[in-house]
């Protein structure tokens, strides 16, 4: 199983970016996705996670309706939208199978700041 | 939301020696199907996280057996039978029985004498 992040960098207050996650080894289409993450220092924050078809999706309260998951079944990739981030979002993001949270990706950094 | 404490938040082992760490639950993590959605989780330096203990007390594919997880209800423990140089590293507890959201333990460092 192998989970590759991309997407991350430094983007200003209020900016967006989007993380993609390429998830290979794995059935990737019969299981949900998560992302969770892991501020400088920090312990680990679950983000959110979308279930196998895509219809159902739960954030954490921080992050409700400015963070969007998403998924691209046909290309076993998962995504997350971030918008109007803040500094308190700078994180290593880290794109996990399931929500028993069965394999991570290495991670991507996001650093919010001007 | 469920609250997961752990303790203790630093660990020094000498080496060979056994380890234990607690995680308790802020309400009983069965459910009305009688499972338990409760892992473990070990993060060495510069790496990602990775599972070693999934439903309280098996252990995941290469895990070696000096690790065992255990508990019912509110409180679990991993444990540790002989620690090694590499086990050193930062351990979460997680629960998933009663998500959204998902929650960790603040994480506890163990770290060799």
């Known amino acids: 199983v192998q989970l590759v992040e991309s997407g991350g960098g430094l983007v200003q207050p209020g900016g967006s970016l989007r993380l993609s996650c390429a998830v290979s080894g794995y059935t990737f289409s019969n299981n949900a996705m998560t992302w969770v993450r892991q501020a400088p220092g920090k312990g680990l924050e679950w983000v959110a996670t979308?279930?196998?078809?895509?219809?159902?999706?739960f954030y954490v309260g921080s992050v409700k309706d400015r963070f969007f998951i998403s998924r691209d079944n046909s290309k076993n990739t998962l995504f997350l939208q971030m918008n109007t981030l803040r500094a308190e979002d700078t994180a290593i993001y880290y794109c996990?199978?399931?929500?028993?949270?069965?394999?991570w990706g290495q991670g991507t950094l996001v650093t919010v700041s001007s | 939301d469920v609250v997961m404490t752990q303790s203790p938040l630093s660990l020094p082992v000498t080496l060979g020696q056994p380890a234990s760490i607690s995680c308790r639950s802020s309400?009983?993590?069965?459910?009305?199907?009688?499972?338990?959605?409760f892992h473990w989780f070990q993060q060495r330096p510069g790496q990602s996280p990775r599972r070693l203990i999934y439903r309280v007390s098996n252990r995941d594919s290469g895990v070696p057996d000096r690790f065992s997880g255990s508990g019912s209800g509110t409180d679990f423990t991993l444990k540790i039978s002989r620690v090694e140089a590499e086990d050193v590293g930062v351990y979460y507890c997680m629960q998933c029985t009663h998500w959204p959201p998902i929650t960790f333990g603040q994480g506890t460092r163990l770290e060799i004498k």
């Open positions: 996990v199978t399931g929500h028993w949270l069965d394999y």
């Open positions: 979308i279930l196998l078809d895509g219809t159902r999706k």
């Open positions: 309400q009983s993590l069965v459910d009305s199907n009688g499972n338990t959605c």
